[in-house]
């Protein structure tokens, strides 16, 4: 387990595993356990889909940390549907058109910070959380990021830095905290460590910060503005109409705020990082995306009109693939149950089998960066970046797994991803902004490699997680 989780480069075992051992393995956990390693489409779907298999521990002892207990991710059974049913109407393909202004405005943020770097190496990582943050605040709450106030921007930022740092003791300490009933870990919250009262502190605030948005939103429609120009207004139009099914009430939004923000984040970032990584190391592939780029504004107010831009769609894809912010998923199971496999796979006594059968209590692990680069799916260079695949057909479709193009990045299922489609349509805007103005170039020298701690992200060779890349203005 542990060289599944800390190896030099992301990947540097699974992916030899993979080829060695197939979509479906057994890793042994810190405690001896079993883990099921499947990266076979049919078993994921039909993992991701079944009421059969919840939260794995690890992700639970989060939640228990970080956010409300009636937080959508944090909430089970009929209160996750009620709460999934009322918050889509605020990320429907409709809702989320409505924010793009807001993600044009922090795009050209973006540059302004990018112009005071022109010509020089800017690590690209502050910058592109900072973005990500204001997006979040404006397009979700409806306030600027200056009203969350400096104390919630510093201690957000300790988490991120804490979240993103892992060791074999912090693994070892998540494998026995994952043992320990949900009582003591609530009891761990009061503990008086920096850690534990970060994660107080950005809670806690959170929630003021949610109560804050709302009460202003509420006085901004009483005094005639509307309410629909961002998600927690579009939920509480929606609360204040006359249709009273599936709407939240003003404490459950409030228990959202945290997710929202914490699920909005990192998970953007860190994938626009790694795509502006790639677009330094394939020059060739930048040049012809700035063309696309530079081809496709239209109408007199110079839009982009993002759906009929191939490159674009296709470096986006691309760039989920390799790189899922998510790429170990744990599951566990909550009743006795078969996995369908779509190949069957020889057991231990050489038998062949269609399906696995698993106990009540087995943790599985949903191993979307494997799937993502099965071969049989996405063709023999499936290691490769190579966004023209999309393109060219060489993606194979079959059992549609995740919300978007196949892909489980979002992962599937009741649980997928809530903000797939803002994050897609604020991506659009962030890549066509930067590629469009400037060009990025490697230092000398690449030596950044993927690092995984609760998400992926990019390292320097020093191990620090930073994109210090060459950005010049055209
Ligand atoms: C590239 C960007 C993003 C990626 C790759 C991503 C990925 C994911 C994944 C893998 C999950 C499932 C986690 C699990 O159950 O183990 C998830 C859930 C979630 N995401 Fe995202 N996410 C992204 C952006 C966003 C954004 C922008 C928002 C909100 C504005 C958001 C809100 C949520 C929420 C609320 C959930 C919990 C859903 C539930 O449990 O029902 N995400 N995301």
Same mark, same amino acid.
């Given at each position: 387990m542990l060289q599944l989780l800390l190896p030099p480069q992301y990947g540097d075992y699974e992916f030899t595993w993979l080829k060695e051992f197939g979509p479906v393995y057994l890793v042994k956990g810190c405690f001896g356990q079993n883990r099921l390693m499947i990266s076979d489409p049919l078993a994921l779907q039909s993992?991701?889909?079944?009421?059969?298999?919840?939260?794995g521990p690890t992700l639970e002892n989060v939640m228990n940390l970080m956010f409300d207990q009636n937080a959508v991710m944090a909430a089970k059974s009929e209160t996750h549907r009620h709460l999934r049913a009322s918050l889509n109407t605020g990320f429907t393909s409709s809702a989320v058109r409505q924010y793009r202004p807001i993600f044009d405005r922090v795009a050209q943020k973006i540059t302004e910070d990018l112009d005071e770097c022109s010509g020089s190496l800017a690590d690209l990582c502050p910058i592109l959380s900072h973005a990500t943050l204001s997006a979040i605040s404006e397009a979700v709450l409806g306030c600027s990021i200056d009203d969350l106030g400096e104390e919630f921007v510093i201690n957000n930022d300790r988490v991120m830095t804490l979240s993103a740092s892992q060791s074999s003791s912090h693994i070892i300490a998540d494998a026995i905290g994952s043992r320990l009933p949900k009582l003591v870990w609530r009891a761990a919250m009061r503990l008086p460590t920096a850690a534990f009262k970060d994660l107080r502190a950005v809670k806690s605030l959170a929630t003021r910060i949610g109560k804050e948005a709302i009460a202003k939103k509420l006085a901004a429609v009483e005094q005639g503005a509307s309410a629909k120009t961002d998600v927690f207004g579009m939920l509480l139009d929606a609360y204040q109409s006359d249709s009273k099914r599936n709407v939240l009430t003003k404490e459950e939004l409030?228990?959202?705020?945290?997710?929202?923000?914490?699920?909005?984040?990192?998970?953007? #970032?860190?994938?626009?990082?790694?795509?502006? =990584?790639?677009? %330094?190391?394939?020059? &060739?592939?930048? *040049?012809?995306?700035?063309?696309?780029?530079?081809?496709?504004?239209?109408?007199?107010?110079? #839009?982009?009109?993002?759906?009929?831009?191939? =490159?674009?769609? %296709?470096?986006?894809? &691309?760039?989920? *693939?390799?790189?899922?912010?998510?790429?170990?998923?744990?599951?566990?199971?909550?009743h006795e149950t078969v996995i369908p496999l779509s190949k069957s796979i020889k057991n231990s006594m050489g038998e062949l089998m269609n399906h696995i059968p698993v106990q009540k209590g087995q943790v599985v692990i949903v191993a979307t960066a494997s799937y993502q680069r099965l071969h049989s799916r996405w063709g023999e260079d499936a290691h490769q970046f190579r966004p023209s695949r999309w393109i060219d057909g060489t993606v194979m479709q079959g059992q549609a797994v995740g919300p978007y193009a196949n892909l489980l990045s979002f992962l599937g299922g009741p649980r997928m991803c809530l903000g797939w489609r803002f994050a897609i349509l604020e991506m659009q805007v962030f890549f066509s902004e930067v590629v469009g103005k400037f060009s990025l170039s490697l230092p000398e020298g690449d030596r950044f490699s993927t690092r995984y701690a609760n998400t992926l992200f990019p390292v320097t060779s020093s191990g620090e997680r930073a994109l210090p890349l060459y950005v010049t203005r055209l």
């Open positions: 993992i991701l889909n079944s009421p059969y298999f919840g939260h409030v228990a959202q705020t945290g997710i929202l923000m914490v699920g909005g984040q990192d998970t953007v #970032t860190n994938t626009v990082a790694f795509g502006f =990584l790639e677009l %330094a190391r394939h020059p &060739e592939f930048q *040049r012809e995306l700035r063309a696309e780029i530079h081809a496709s504004l239209c109408g007199p107010s110079q #839009t982009f009109s993002y759906e009929s831009m191939p =490159l674009l769609n %296709a470096f986006i894809k &691309e760039t989920l *693939r390799l790189y899922p912010t998510g790429p170990l998923v744990e599951r566990v199971a909550v």
